[in-house]
């Protein structure tokens, strides 16, 4: 098992919790990230035909394109952002792993603890700015600059949920494991 989240078959596996209401949470958040993770390939997909057509309305029809480059943008951004909890929940955010080897299991544990408690002061700082720039685009009327003028309240909003969920998945990793060392 690795780091107690995902198995050897790199399934996921929702961490165990004595504490009902914090289990309970940790089941709600697992099946909220699986149906964010499902949205966001249906997004990427969707970016990837949206591109496609944009290539082939414009090189066969000379059709112009205006809208297209954007929508795919606020999709990948979507995708991207809203997925990254169910990422953390895997630990598959990209880490330097080079003490992992040797350091023991008990010294890891506190290392993950320690880059868990950073990780979400920096994550906490980023939604937080990026709720106030969504509010702030949402109550200006901030639209893009191009013909189509989508809302930039969108994106922005897309970018704070994302890194609130990912806040709510580093805190639950924490209470995790905080509740493995009074056990331990």
Request: charged share 10%.
């Amino acid at each position: 098992m690795t780091h107690g989240l995902v198995d050897d078959r790199h399934t996921p596996v929702e961490p165990a919790s004595s504490n009902p209401l914090v289990a309970g949470f940790a089941h709600a958040l697992a099946v909220c990230n699986r149906i964010i993770l499902v949205l966001g390939s249906v997004a990427l997909v969707l970016a990837c035909l949206i591109l496609s057509y944009s290539v082939v309305s414009r090189t066969l029809f000379h059709a112009a394109t205006y809208w297209q480059d954007e929508a795919a943008v606020f999709l990948l951004v979507g995708a991207t952002f809203m997925t990254s909890a169910f990422v953390q929940s895997q630990r598959g955010h990209i880490g330097i792993e080079a003490f992992v080897h040797l350091l023991s299991p008990r010294i890891n544990r506190i290392r993950l603890t320690l880059v868990d408690i950073v990780s979400l002061g920096f994550c906490a700082f980023f939604a937080w700015k990026s709720w106030t720039l969504t509010h702030e685009a949402y109550v200006d009327g901030q639209v893009s600059n191009s013909i189509w003028s989508p809302p930039l309240a969108i994106p922005y909003a897309l970018m704070a949920a994302g890194m609130t969920l990912l806040c709510v998945q580093i805190a639950l990793q924490i209470v995790l494991s905080f509740g493995r060392a009074n056990r331990s």
